[in-house]
């Protein structure tokens, strides 16, 4: 018998479900495993009385803010410093330092600076995605071809012209790698940050719903979170594909797919 | 030869300036009272810090916490990942039940998972590693897996021909192909160790550099915090630089001698 790949990509995820749901029903689980079917009850729960929207729109005008201007901030410094060797000379010791600190443990000042509210989580989910976007647009820019500048310019374009039209096109692939990367971080330290010291969003949901031991609500904030880092991973994918129609035929990326 | 050392000094003046430069900014934003000194701290008491914390044993105690346990995960996801990503790359069937998991997961931040580690492992190191563990094993899997992936047909064609085993070829041809995508995998995810365990421990935690750092912060001693900033940084910085060694030294014929060895 042969079972299709579609088919086989299902297996281990439906049965890992069921066996939680068939083990939580029966009772077999600890109080802090609800089975999926409760999960979902208090995810309606708390999405029907407007609780998880309000929370979800906190830590979404977050997340976005602080992920647009870390990204922009990070590129253009990046493609500065990939440019200008002066630029680069600044900030290649500097970031190379920062990079390895966990970007949480500045929190404390962060907290100190902006306060609980809104400014220290878009603060610190900026900070912390300035520098994986800075690496790869410095690289990035680095990385470009000369001779695709040289030929550019032998036909007389501009230089405005050949810096959008030549040099962002060419260095697009990675510049998008360094957003991703800062995406993650960026979801991935607004939660810690929410966790730690925060009002409202749905780290403070969450953990409100364990300090309640409302398990199924601490799920589904975790779910819903865990939905919102994955959907935005998607969208910026397929801005990317759009951006790159032509750019990824041949590569490992293709296979994958 | 000695204008060869002179423009070599100029050289590292050009590339390391600026960390100087900014600490005596700092030092002089600060001396000169223009920032309030209770969020500013003065590098000289940072520094202060740093030398009394690490005499009573205080920083070390924590340092060896914390780099225990990212040691442990980061192990452990290695050891567990990357034959596992290789069996992904060879067997039809692993890959299909396995891929979605992979691929899917990774954008998901797993992070939000976390408080259910604690309830599963407990508060202490237990939840800490495994959730390490679960941390580095996706860029470990997935980087490795493109490696393994990316090996050239003809190269194991060519092994086949000249009638090596199935053993051989995985040992002599299809592990050292990939070993340049091993080593992309393990040098995201040492960083992303050390990360996770600082973030787990100042989220709940008696113990480790997080605990220290959360803990200052509530006391408003910020030297505190920025010594232990400091002794993080150092720390991920030698690691991430052995492991570079180690890397070219095991892919000598690939150097990466443009990259940003960051």
């Known amino acids: ?257 | 030869m000695m204008a060869q050392l002179v423009t070599q000094i100029l050289r590292g003046i050009e590339r390391w300036y600026s960390i100087p430069l900014l600490l005596l900014l700092w030092q002089v934003a600060v001396g000169s009272g223009l920032v309030e000194s209770r969020l500013l701290p003065s590098l000289l008491q940072v520094w202060a810090v740093l030398v009394k914390d690490t005499a009573n044993g205080v920083l070390p105690y924590h340092t060896a916490i914390t780099l225990g346990r990212a040691a442990t995960g980061f192990a452990l996801a290695a050891i567990a990942g990357v034959p596992f990503a290789a069996a992904m790359a060879r067997s039809i069937v692993i890959r299909n039940l396995f891929e979605p998991i992979f691929f899917f997961g990774y954008p998901v931040p797993k992070i939000a998972f976390f408080p259910v580690f604690t309830y599963i492992f407990g508060i202490g190191s237990p939840s800490k590693v495994a959730f390490a563990f679960l941390e580095c094993v996706y860029p470990i899997v997935v980087t490795a897996y493109l490696g393994f992936r990316a090996i050239p047909q003809p190269l194991i064609w060519t092994a086949e021909n000249m009638g090596a085993s199935p053993a051989t070829i995985i040992r002599r041809v299809v592990f050292p192909a990939a070993t340049p995508g091993i080593f992309t995998g393990l040098r995201i995810a040492l960083p992303v160790s050390i990360i996770v365990i600082v973030l787990t421990e100042m989220i709940s935690d008696s113990k480790g550099l997080g605990y220290y750092i959360a803990v200052s912060g509530t006391r408003f001693e910020y030297a505190n915090v920025y010594a232990a900033i400091l002794v993080i940084g150092v720390c991920g910085f030698v690691l991430d630089r052995a492991l570079l060694l180690v890397r070219d030294k095991s892919v000598y014929w690939e150097r990466d001698e443009d990259a940003l060895h960051l």
């Open chain 1, 1 to 257: 018998m042969k079972i299709s790949a579609a088919v086989q990509h299902w297996i281990v995820p439906v049965a890992l479900l069921a066996a939680w749901e068939v083990c939580g029903d029966a009772a077999l689980l600890p109080r802090y495993l609800p089975p999926p079917s409760q999960i979902l009850a208090a995810l309606y729960e708390v999405a029907a009385d407007g609780e998880l929207l309000q929370a979800v729109s906190i830590s979404l005008y977050r997340v976005v803010l602080g992920f647009a201007l870390g990204t922009g901030a990070g590129t253009f410094v990046g493609l500065a410093a990939g440019l200008v060797p002066a630029i680069r000379h600044f900030f290649d010791p500097l970031v190379s330092f920062l990079y390895a600190i966990p970007k949480i443990a500045f929190l404390p000042i962060f907290l100190l600076l902006f306060g609980l509210g809104h400014e220290s989580k878009i603060a610190i989910t900026a900070f912390s995605c300035f520098f994986p976007v800075f690496i790869a647009s410095r690289y990035a820019a680095l990385s470009v071809g000369k001779h695709l500048v040289w030929v550019a310019r032998n036909m007389g374009a501009p230089r405005s012209t050949i810096f959008f039209r030549v040099f962002i096109p060419a260095a697009a692939p990675q510049l998008f790698s360094g957003a991703r990367i800062g995406l993650a971080n960026s979801f991935v330290i607004l939660f810690a940050a929410e966790l730690i010291g925060s009002r409202g969003g749905l780290g403070v949901l969450i953990s409100e719903g364990e300090d309640a031991a409302r398990f199924d609500l601490m799920f589904a904030g975790i779910i819903t979170f865990g939905i919102l880092g994955f959907a935005a991973d998607r969208i910026l994918m397929t801005i990317r594909r759009h951006a790159l129609r032509g750019q990824i035929i041949g590569t490992v990326e293709q296979l994958v797919r």
